[in-house]
Nanobody, 120 residues
């Protein structure tokens, strides 16, 4: 089971760090992707971290602002989001699979999501 946390309301320009914690399986054995879905839009890939710790960016709009990392000792993956913009408002999900992929259909396990709202 994957559980996201850390979402909330933040002003434009602010930061949030989302966490994706796993129970029942070892997160370091999986690639973990972060996705987001805004109202009326399709779920889009944001970033993914491989088993070896490399990362892949799937959203040009977050380049230079979002980073992904993992703490294997805590069985947790993080999404650090800086310089947040109103268009970053969405439900953010983490997902696990053996390898990174840009499409949501490529992932087998999902969390329930955490809401991020960027507004003044």
């Amino acid at each position: 089971q994957l559980v996201e946390s850390g979402g909330g309301l933040v002003q434009p320009g602010g930061s949030l760090r989302l966490s994706c914690a796993a129970s029942g399986f070892i997160l370091r054995a999986y690639a973990i992707g972060w996705f987001r879905q805004a109202p009326g839009k399709e779920r889009e890939g944001v970033l993914c971290i491989t088993i070896s710790g490399g990362s892949t960016n799937y959203a040009d709009s977050v380049k230079g602002r979002f980073t992904i990392s993992r703490d294997n000792a805590k069985n947790t993956v993080y999404l650090q989001m800086n310089s947040l913009k109103p268009e970053d408002t969405a439900i953010y999900y983490c997902a696990a699979d053996r390898r990174c992929g840009s499409s949501a259909s490529e992932y087998d396990s999902w969390g329930r999501g955490t809401q991020v709202t960027v507004s003044s």
